[in-house]
Antibody, heavy 121, light 107 residues
C-alpha cells in the first residue's frame, strides 16, 4: 500500500526559505522508473506542477520557479525534500507530493494529503 | 510550454446526466494525459491514465478518450458523489501542465 505525507511549517515569513518533507511508504525510490513529484494549489485555484525527482537522481523543475526550487531524495529514509527560497505571499498554497512510475504509466497515481503553507509577516 | 485548455470551466448538471469535459493541448502530446478528480479539502484522485485507461477502483461510468491534442473525460451517468472539480494533466514534456479545472455542480 503506497502512502505519502507532507510535513513542514504552516507559516513562513516573506523572503524566508520553505522546506517541505515528503515521507512515503509502500515503494522505494531506488527502483528503476520510480519518482516523486511536488504539486501546489493556491486557495481556490488550479494545480501547478513544481518539480520531480527520479530513482536515478534525475531532477526536473518548473522553469518559472527553477531558480528558487531544490528537490532532493533520501532513499534510506524514504523521503523527498523540496526547498523553495525567497517565499512571497503569492506562494501561499497547499503543497502536495505524489508518486509516479514511468514503466506502467503511473503518473501521480498516489498523492499525499497536502500541507497548507501560508506566507505572511 | 504546452498549454492545456480545459472546457468548460464549470457546469451544472443533474444526477443521471451525461457529462463531457474537454482538454485541448497546444501541441501534440500523444496519449500522455491523465484525468483527476478533486473534492473540496482533499487531494486529487487519479481517474484516467494514458488518456483512456481506467484507474483501478474507479467506477466504469468514467471514461477517457483522445490522442494528440484533444481529449475528453466522460461521466456516463452523473452520481451525487461525482460533484467535484476535474483536472487534466499532460506529462508528455516538461514542464508538466494541468488544465485550469472544471467544476461540476449540482443543477
Amino acid at each position: 500500500q503506497i502512502t505519502l505525507k507532507e510535513s513542514g511549517p504552516t507559516l513562513v515569513k516573506p523572503t524566508q526559505t520553505l522546506t517541505l518533507t515528503c515521507t512515503f511508504s509502500g515503494f522505494s525510490l531506488s527502483i528503476s522508473g520510480v519518482g516523486v513529484g511536488w504539486i501546489r494549489q493556491p486557495p481556490g485555484k488550479a494545480l501547478e506542477w513544481l518539480a520531480v525527482v527520479y530513482w536515478d537522481d534525475d531532477k526536473r523543475y518548473s522553469p518559472s520557479l527553477k531558480s528558487r526550487l531544490t528537490i532532493t531524495k533520501d532513499t534510506s529514509k524514504n523521503q523527498v525534500v523540496l526547498t523553495m527560497t525567497n517565499m512571497d505571499p503569492v506562494d501561499t498554497a497547499t503543497y502536495y507530493c505524489a508518486h509516479l512510475t514511468l514503466l506502467t504509466g503511473g503518473y501521480f497515481d498516489y498523492w499525499g494529503q497536502g500541507a497548507l503553507v501560508t506566507v505572511s509577516s | 510550454d504546452i498549454q492545456m485548455t480545459q472546457s468548460p470551466s464549470s457546469l451544472s448538471a443533474s444526477v443521471g446526466d451525461r457529462v463531457t469535459i474537454t482538454c485541448r493541448a497546444s501541441q501534440g502530446i500523444r496519449n500522455d494525459l491523465g484525468w483527476y478528480q478533486q473534492k473540496p479539502g482533499k487531494a486529487p484522485k487519479r481517474l484516467i491514465y494514458a488518456a483512456s485507461g481506467l484507474q483501478s477502483g474507479v467506477p466504469s461510468r468514467f471514461s477517457g478518450s483522445g490522442s494528440g491534442t484533444e481529449f475528453t473525460l466522460t461521466i456516463s451517468s452523473l452520481q451525487p458523489e461525482d460533484f467535484a472539480t476535474y483536472y487534466c494533466l499532460q506529462h508528455n514534456s516538461y514542464p508538466w501542465t494541468f488544465g485550469q479545472g472544471t467544476k461540476v455542480e449540482i443543477k
